[in-house]
């Protein structure tokens, strides 16, 4: 019976150890604000974390999410909710590095044990120059109508012209 138990502790700590080393991708925490005061477990909470694009060098994005509490969220088995709010602008100069499609996905996170995924994806409207960013939630049995979209007119940084989203959008 030892053995099973050291066996399923040196598992659990070879799939953390994997995930920390993949972390590199993961948002930067901002901050956690408490909504619901939990005895003995977490509290509920209102998470606020940052990203950049990875493809727009010079636009960031700011979400907030709710994160459950309780012995679920302890444990990491709490199906969270679809709520997620978003905020994309311009921080710098703004390089475009490749193409991307319409509706690209930019981010994608993990908010259920199986099926569920919060997903940031990013568009161009070309006639204004603006990227446009949507956050939503999807459910593998039921989908969810809940999402944000932020848009980011690309503007002169410095004495550097901006590049033409239409320019970078395949078909």
């Known amino acids: ?9 040196a598992l659990a700590a070879c799939v953390l150890g994997a995930g920390t080393a993949l972390s590199a991708d993961e948002p930067d925490l901002i901050f956690k604000k408490s909504t619901v005061w939990k005895f003995l477990t977490p509290d509920h909470k209102l998470a606020t974390y940052a990203i950049d694009d990875p493809l727009v060098e010079g636009v960031s994005c700011h979400f907030t999410v709710p994160e459950k509490g309780g012995v679920s969220g302890w444990l990491g088995v709490a199906e969270e909710v679809s709520d997620v709010s978003l905020a994309c602008r311009q921080v710098g100069p703004v390089t475009i590095k490749e193409e991307f499609e319409q509706g690209e996905e930019m981010f994608r996170q993990r908010r259920s044990l199986v099926f569920k995924k919060m997903r940031i994806v990013r568009g161009c409207d ?46």
Do not use: H, Q
């Open 126 to 171: 070309a006639k204004r120059n603006v990227l446009v960013y949507l956050v939503y939630s999807d459910k593998l049995i039921e989908g969810s109508p809940k999402n944000s979209t932020s848009t980011v007119p690309l503007m002169p940084w410095g004495d550097k012209e901006p590049p033409k989203c239409g320019d970078y959008v395949t078909d």
């Open 1 to 9: 019976m030892r053995f099973l138990n050291a066996a399923a502790f």
